[in-house]
C-alpha cells in the first residue's frame, strides 16, 4: 500500500471558496503498490478539484477493471463511484451523463482498459463528445495480472523479465485527436504542476476531455529498457508548453516572452494561457497537433502538455437536444403522457 | 388415426378461414394486404394477420397470412383455404400448400405453366398485370396497383364491405389525397373483373359481426416502446437487430411526440444508437444508477453479448430493463422467424450464480403495461428485469385490447434515500439488509455532501460497499440476493388460469405467443372428450400459485416454440419436480405454432401411453 493516512491534520488547512480543505477531496487509502504513478494522478485530481471549488459529491468517477480503474476509490470519498466491467467504462459513463446533465464526470481508465478490451467504447465515446474528463493512467502493461505488454508497450520496449515487445503500440492520443477529440492532452503522472491545470481545464471543456497519462508501473515497468520506466519518460518528455489555467478570467498573467503566449477561452469563461515551447505547433489546428505528436514520436520523445483543443462544439445533450433539467429530476406528470393520450392512440389503432 | 397434420373442424362457411399472400419481398404488397386485414377488422370480425418475411430487403419471396376466426382464436392454425400467388419464385410450393378443395388466385396475364395445374383446388385466375398496365402509365404505379386489384377482386369473393375499403384507403393517403382516386380505380378493377369472371361469393365469405368492441389492433413492438414512454423511461440505449429495431423506433416516434417540453422545444428523453449491444447495455445500466429510468432491446444475439453487463447488475444491484424480442437461434439462426429459444439465457444470463426476473407477454396490451411493469420492478428490485416478447408478437399486428393506464397509477421507484432520511439516519450502508427483505437502500449520485456515497463494483463488497474478500461477506451478500429472489416471487405477474378450481388431472402451461394456439388446442382436445386444466404463465420466478398448480396435476404438458423444452426445463429446475411430469409440446421450425400441432401432440402423447379410455381414444381422433 502506498501510504497511511495520517489522522492529525493542521487545523489551518487552506481552505477553498467553498471552506472545504483538501481533505474533503479525497478518498479511501490506495491499496496499490508504493510509489504507484496511479496514486499520484489521484492526488493530482484531488489537487484540481479543490482549487476549482467543486462540490465533491457533484462528482461521478467510472471506472472499468485494472490498477487504473481501482483508484476512484482512493480520491474524492464523497462522490459516488462505479467500478464497472472491464473496457465498458465509457458506455457506463454515457448513460450515467445522459441520465444527470448536471454533474462532473471522470471516467478513469488503463491501457489496456481502453487500448485493447475497450476500443471500441473509447472510440464511440470521442464520437459523441460526452462531456468528460477520460484519463488514461498509461503504463504499457497490464499490473494486476502481473505484468503481461499491452497494446500500448512501444515495439522493443523490454518488460521485466527481459521480453521485448515485437507489436507495433496503439497511440491513443494520435488516435483521440484523429477521431475528432475535441481536447487531448498528454501528461506524466510525476509531473504534477503541468496535470493540475490541464485535468482544470478538462473538467471545464464542453465535451469529452481526453487525458493519456504515462503513469509508471513500479512493479513490473520500471525496469531499464522499458520506454515507460520513471526514467525514461522524465528524460524523453517534451512539453508542447507551460500552462495556467484561469478560473474565470481572473487577471493572471505569467510573463512569456511575446509572440510564444495562446490564450484558450473554455465554454465557461475560464481560460487556459498557454506558453509555447513547441514553435510549430496550435493547439486549435487538428493538423499541427498531430504532426507534432508524430515528429516528437520520430524522435523518441513524449509530447506533454495540451495537445488539442476545439471549444464550442456541442456536447452530445447538445446534439441530442435534451432538456435543461436532469432527465433523472423530470417529474412523473412530465414523464407521463396519461390516458387522454392513450385514447387517442387507441382510436388511432382502430 | 391420425393421417393429417390438419384436425377436422366443424365445417363453417361464415367468418372462418385462413387466407395467405405469397409476394415477392419490396414489391409494395405490405400495404395491399394490410389493407385486407384491416377491412376484415373494421367489420367487426377477429382477424390476425402474420407476416412471413426473409432476411432480405428486396426480391425474396415473403407471405402474409391472414386468419379469420368467428371464435375469436388469435392463433395459427395449419390449412390453407385461399392462396393468392403473385410470385413465380414460390408459386410451385405455395400451390401445393392450399387444402383440399382450397381456392389460388393468381395472375393470369400469362397462362399458368401446366406442372402449375393441381387436381382439387380451384383457380382464381386474375389478370393483375394486364389491367394494371393497361389502366395506369407509371411503372411503379402499375406494380403497386396489381396488389389493389387482386384485393378487390377478395373484396367480391369473400363480401368485403367497399365502403370500409374506401374508407381505409382515404384514412391511408389523408394528405396525399390524389392518391385515393387511382387505388380506389384499381380496387374496382378487381372487383369487375371477379363479378364477370368467377361465381361469387366463395363457400366461405365473410358477414359483417360485432366481436371486436373496442380492441385495437397493433404490433407488439410498437406497444413496448410507447409502455417505455409511460412507464417513464428516459433513456433508450439499442443496437439495430431484427426484430428488436422497431421497438427503439416506436420509443422515439412517442417520445418525440408526448416528450418535449412545450416551452423549449427540447427533449425530456435520450435515444443512442450504441456501437454495440454490449455498450447499449452499459449505457441502460449506468443511466440507471444515476436515477434515470433506462432501457435497451435486443434479440438473442444481443443478450449473448449482454451477458457480462447484466451479471453486473445483477451483483452490484443495478435496475435495468431489457426487451428481448425473440427469433430463432442458435447464432444468427433465422433472424426473421420467431421463436420462444432465450428462456434459459435470459434466466440465468452471466456467470456465476445469477437469476433475472422475466416477464411473458402474450398480446400488445401486455406489451405495453408490462414494459411499465419492468421499470417499477426492476426499481424496486434493483437487477435487471427482461421483457421476453418475441418476432411473431413483435412485429406482427395482433388483436388487442387497447391501452390503459390506470388513474391515479404512479410509479414505484423503490428504495432510494433522499437528503434528508440521510441526514435522519446514521451509517448508510448500501448493501445493509434493513428490512428483512433482501432488498437494500440506494442512493443516486449526487443526493447528500457527506453522507450516502459509495463506490459501485462487480466485486465482493461488505453490507457498506467496501471492497472484501473475506469469504463470510461474501457468503452473506449471496445469500441476501437468494432472499431478494424470494421477495421477487410475491412482486412479478401472477399467472393466468383458465378454470376456477382443478377439475383434470392433466395441465397444460404455456406463456407469450404460444397462448392462442394453447387455448384453441385445449378447445379441440376439449370436444373430443379430453378436458386439461390449463395455466398462463406471465414470469419467472415461479410463484406459489405456479407452484400448487404443478403439484395438483401429475402430467402437465408444457407447450413452448424452441427444441429443448426450456420452459419445462426451468419449472424442472426450479422446482425441483420429476422429468416424467412434464412432457413438452413443441414447435421450433420459426413459424407461429398452431393449435393443430398442438393438439395432435398431446392426443398422439394419450394414444401411446394409453392414457384415454378405450371408447375416448376410439371417438377421439
Excluded at chain 1, 253 to 276: F, I, Q, W
Excluded at chain 2, 164 to 193: C, S, W, Y
Aim: charged share 20%; hydrophobic share 40%; net charge negative.
Amino acid at each position: 500500500m502506498t501510504y497511511l493516512k495520517p489522522l492529525f491534520r493542521h487545523p489551518r488547512l487552506p481552505k477553498n471558496k467553498l471552506g472545504y480543505t483538501l481533505k474533503e477531496y479525497e478518498g479511501s487509502i490506495s491499496t496499490l503498490c508504493a510509489g504507484c504513478g496511479h496514486d499520484s494522478i489521484s492526488a493530482t485530481i484531488v489537487q484540481a478539484c479543490f482549487e476549482l471549488s467543486i462540490e465533491p459529491h457533484l462528482v461521478v468517477k467510472i471506472s472499468g477493471i485494472g490498477c487504473s480503474s481501482k483508484t476512484p476509490a482512493y480520491f474524492l470519498g464523497n462522490s459516488h463511484g462505479f467500478n464497472s466491467v472491464h473496457g465498458r467504462m465509457p458506455s457506463v459513463a454515457t448513460g450515467a451523463n445522459m441520465a444527470n446533465k448536471n454533474m462532473v464526470y471522470f471516467g478513469v481508465s488503463g491501457d489496456g482498459d481502453t487500448a485493447s478490451i475497450g476500443m471500441g467504447q473509447f472510440v464511440h465515446a470521442i464520437r459523441r463528445n460526452l462531456d468528460m474528463v477520460y484519463i488514461v493512467m498509461n503504463n504499457g502493461c497490464y499490473g494486476l495480472t502481473k505484468g503481461q505488454d499491452s497494446a500500448t508497450a512501444d515495439q522493443g520496449s523490454a518488460s521485466k523479465s527481459g521480453h521485448i515487445n515485437p507489436f507495433q503500440p496503439v497511440d491513443l492520443a494520435s488516435l483521440a485527436v484523429e477521431l475528432g477529440a475535441t481536447f487531448v492532452a498528454q501528461s506524466f503522472s510525476g509531473d504534477k504542476q503541468q496535470l493540475v491545470p490541464l485535468i482544470k481545464a478538462a473538467i471545464q471543456h464542453k465535451g469529452l476531455a481526453f487525458i493519456n497519462v504515462m503513469s509508471p508501473c513500479v512493479t513490473f515497468n520500471n525496469n531499464p529498457g522499458s520506454t515507460k520506466s520513471y526514467d525514461y519518460v522524465r528524460e524523453h518528455m517534451q512539453a508542447t508548453g507551460k500552462m495556467d489555467f484561469v478560473p474565470e478570467r481572473k487577471t493572471l498573467r505569467a510573463a512569456y516572452p511575446e509572440g510564444t503566449e495562446t490564450e484558450v477561452t473554455l465554454h465557461d469563461g475560464s481560460t487556459l494561457n498557454l506558453h509555447k515551447l513547441a514553435t510549430d505547433w496550435d493547439p486549435e489546428d487538428r493538423l499541427s497537433a498531430v504532426n507534432a505528436i508524430q515528429q516528437a514520436r520520430a524522435r523518441d520523445q513524449i509530447l506533454t502538455g495540451l495537445l488539442y483543443i476545439h471549444t464550442g462544439y456541442g456536447d452530445l445533450h447538445g446534439i441530442l437536444h435534451t432538456t435543461d433539467t436532469a432527465l433523472n429530476s423530470l417529474s412523473e406528470a412530465e414523464l407521463c403522457p396519461g390516458q387522454a393520450v392513450l385514447d387517442s392512440i387507441n382510436a388511432s389503432l382502430r | 388415426m391420425i393421417d393429417s397434420h390438419v384436425l377436422p373442424r366443424p365445417e363453417a362457411r361464415v367468418n372462418d378461414f385462413v387466407a395467405r399472400f405469397a409476394n415477392v419481398n419490396g414489391t409494395g404488397s405490405a400495404s395491399a394486404n394490410f389493407l385486407f386485414a384491416k377491412a376484415i377488422f373494421r367489420m367487426g370480425i377477429p382477424v390476425t394477420p402474420k407476416n412471413i418475411f426473409p432476411s432480405n430487403i428486396q426480391g425474396l419471396p415473403t407471405w402474409y397470412e391472414v386468419r379469420v376466426s368467428e371464435k375469436g382464436y388469435l392463433g395459427r392454425r395449419e390449412g390453407i383455404d385461399l392462396l393468392v400467388a403473385v410470385n413465380a419464385q414460390s408459386m410451385k410450393q405455395d400451390i401445393a400448400s392450399v387444402r383440399e378443395g382450397g381456392y389460388l388466385m393468381y395472375d393470369s396475364t400469362k397462362k399458368l405453366a401446366p406442372e402449375l395445374i393441381r387436381e382439387g383446388i380451384h383457380y382464381l385466375g386474375v389478370p393483375m398485370m394486364e389491367l394494371a398496365n393497361e389502366h395506369f402509365t407509371n411503372p411503379r404505379q402499375r406494380q403497386l396497383f396489381k396488389n389493389i386489384i387482386y384485393v378487390g377482386a377478395l373484396a367480391v369473393l369473400l363480401q368485403i364491405d367497399y365502403a370500409v375499403l374506401e374508407t381505409l384507403l382515404q384514412e391511408q393517403f389523408a394528405g396525399k389525397e390524389k392518391l385515393i382516386a387511382p387505388n380506389l380505380k384499381a380496387l374496382r378493377l378487381g372487383m369487375d373483373h371477379a363479378r364477370e369472371h368467377f361465381d361469387y361469393p366463395l363457400d366461405f365469405y365473410l358477414e359483417r359481426r360485432n366481436l371486436i368492441g373496442d380492441k385495437i389492433l397493433v404490433d407488439g413492438n410498437s406497444a413496448c416502446g410507447l409502455g417505455a414512454v409511460f412507464g417513464g423511461a428516459t433513456v433508450m440505449a439499442w443496437y439495430p437487430i431484427t426484430p428488436s429495431t422497431s421497438v427503439a423506433e416506436a420509443f422515439e416516434k412517442y417520445a418525440s411526440r408526448y416528450r418535449v417540453d412545450p416551452e423549449t422545444g427540447k427533449n425530456r428523453f435520450a435515444v443512442i444508437q450504441a456501437e454495440d449491444e454490449l455498450a447499449a447495455m452499459g449505457m441502460v445500466i449506468g443511466a440507471n444508477w444515476n436515477g434515470a429510468r433506462a432501457l435497451t432491446a435486443t434479440s438473442g444475439p444481443g443478450v449473448s453479448l449482454m451477458n457480462e453487463f447484466i451479471g453486473l447488475a445483477y451483483f452490484a444491484e443495478v435496475p435495468a430493463v431489457l426487451i428481448d424480442v425473440q427469433r430463432a437461434g442458435p447464432s444468427t439462426g433465422m433472424p426473421t422467424r420467431t421463436q420462444q429459444s432465450d428462456i434459459t439465457l435470459a434466466a440465468y444470463a452471466s456467470h456465476g450464480d445469477s437469476k433475472h426476473p422475466l416477464l411473458f407477454p402474450a398480446t400488445p396490451k401486455e406489451c405495453f403495461e408490462m414494459t411499465a411493469a419492468c421499470f417499477d420492478l426492476a426499481d424496486r428490485l434493483q437487477t435487471p428485469v427482461i421483457l421476453m416478447t418475441d418476432l411473431d408478437l413483435g412485429m406482427n399486428d395482433h388483436l388487442s385490447e387497447p391501452f390503459h393506464w390506470p388513474e391515479g397509477q404512479r410509479y414505484d421507484r423503490g428504495k432510494v434515500l433522499s437528503e434528508e432520511e440521510l441526514d435522519a439516519m446514521g451509517r448508510y450502508g448500501r448493501y445493509l439488509d434493513v428490512d428483512g427483505d433482501g432488498i437494500p437502500y440506494r442512493t443516486y449520485p449526487g443526493t447528500h455532501p457527506t453522507k450516502g456515497a459509495f463506490t459501485t463494483r462487480g466485486t465482493s463488497r461488505d453490507e457498506y460497499a467496501v471492497y472484501t474478500e473475506d469469504s463470510a461477506a461474501y457468503k452473506r451478500n449471496m445469500d441476501r440476493l437468494l432472499l431478494k429472489w424470494e421477495t421477487t416471487k410475491g412482486l412479478v405477474p401472477k399467472p393466468e388460469f383458465y378454470q376456477k378450481h382443478n377439475q383434470s388431472d392433466w395441465g397444460m402451461v404455456f406463456f407469450g405467443t404460444s397462448t392462442f394456439s394453447s387455448e384453441e388446442a385445449r378447445d379441440l382436445l376439449a370436444a373430443r372428450g379430453m378436458n386439461l386444466d390449463a395455466l398462463r404463465i406471465k414470469a419467472f420466478p415461479f410463484g406459489t400459485e405456479t407452484e400448487a398448480f404443478v403439484r395438483e396435476h401429475p402430467l402437465i404438458f408444457v407447450i413452448e416454440q424452441n427444441r429443448d423444452g426450456q420452459m419445462r426445463s426451468l419449472l424442472i429446475q426450479e422446482m425441483q419436480l420429476s422429468p416424467r411430469q412434464l412432457i413438452s409440446v413443441l414447435n421450433y421450425d420459426g413459424m407461429p405454432i398452431t393449435a393443430d400441432q398442438i393438439a395432435l401432440q398431446i392426443a398422439d402423447y394419450f394414444k401411446q401411453t394409453n392414457t384415454l379410455s378405450h371408447d375416448v381414444s376410439e371417438t377421439s381422433i
